[in-house]
């Protein structure tokens, strides 16, 4: 009877495999934060957007203090009022890079594929974008807006903080750009756990490898410890990306089970 059922569904084109019992309970990156870390937490949250991983964190961490940083003034000015009544959340309206500078910064029909990444045209993920936004695929990019940039190392010494339990990066393709301006920071062992999504599509006009962010991070004892992919190939689908962890092993011991 199983044998005929599977059958009947593989002319569908499904495909039923047993579980592994080993992976029903798969850890979710919220789940290993509640494992590893204290109920007060210190998180850096760059690239804002809507709020989401304000949110995410919020529900996590209730006594969370999150510092966010979003670039884009409209979706800035919606997350300061959303969560105004919290005195543990600090909104920045601007963006953390490499050094001290005023950049260019485009905004896109879809607010959280801004970046400073141009994005490519005459792509699968383009033509889809554009049409559920009803823009033109030259269109999709709104408007290029002039943004003020500063390194973490220096707010982290204008704002005093010492410690900083996450570090959670989503800057469509400028992580490793906020990675070289956090150098002190990585230097002296004040980081936990990095957080961050590293695009390896061709969405925009630069695409990360993991050499890229490593290299800032293997240097200073940070070892890769969870990932999860969208999609697992460039080939197929719309995109390509994957959202890791890096742990900081001079803190944490990656033996302890969970």
Not at 122 to 147: C, G, H, I, M, P
Not at 240 to 247: A, I, P, T
């Amino acid at each position: 009877m199983k044998k005929n059922i599977k059958s009947f569904l593989n002319r569908f084109g499904i495909d039923i495999k047993r579980i592994n019992p080993e992976l029903r309970n798969k850890l979710s990156f919220d789940d290993i934060y509640k494992h590893k870390l204290k109920d007060n937490p210190i998180i850096i949250d760059v690239g804002a957007n809507k709020g989401q991983s304000i949110k995410r964190f919020k529900k996590i961490f209730p006594n969370c203090a999150i510092h966010s940083f979003e670039p884009n003034y409209l979706e800035y000015k919606n997350i300061k009022e959303k969560f105004k009544l919290d005195k543990s959340i600090v909104i920045n309206n601007f963006a953390l890079g490499e050094k001290e500078e005023t950049k260019s910064f485009n905004i896109t029909a879809k607010s959280g594929s801004s970046s400073f990444n141009k994005v490519n045209l005459n792509t699968k993920w383009l033509k889809k974008r554009a049409k559920q936004f009803d823009v033109l695929e030259t269109e999709y990019t709104k408007s290029v807006v002039d943004v003020k940039v500063i390194t973490l190392d220096k707010y982290c010494v204008d704002q005093n903080i010492s410690h900083i339990d996450i570090l959670k990066i989503d800057t469509q393709g400028y992580e490793d750009k906020v990675l070289e301006g956090s150098q002190k920071i990585l230097e002296k062992n004040i980081l936990s756990i990095v957080e961050m999504e590293i695009i390896l599509d061709n969405v925009y006009d630069k695409y990360l490898t993991f050499s890229d962010v490593e290299k800032y991070l293997l240097k200073n004892k940070f070892r890769l410890s969870g990932i999860t992919t969208a999609n697992n190939n460039i080939f197929e689908g719309l995109v390509f990306f994957v959202d890791v962890m890096y742990f900081n092993t001079k803190i944490f011991n990656l033996n302890d089970v969970y």
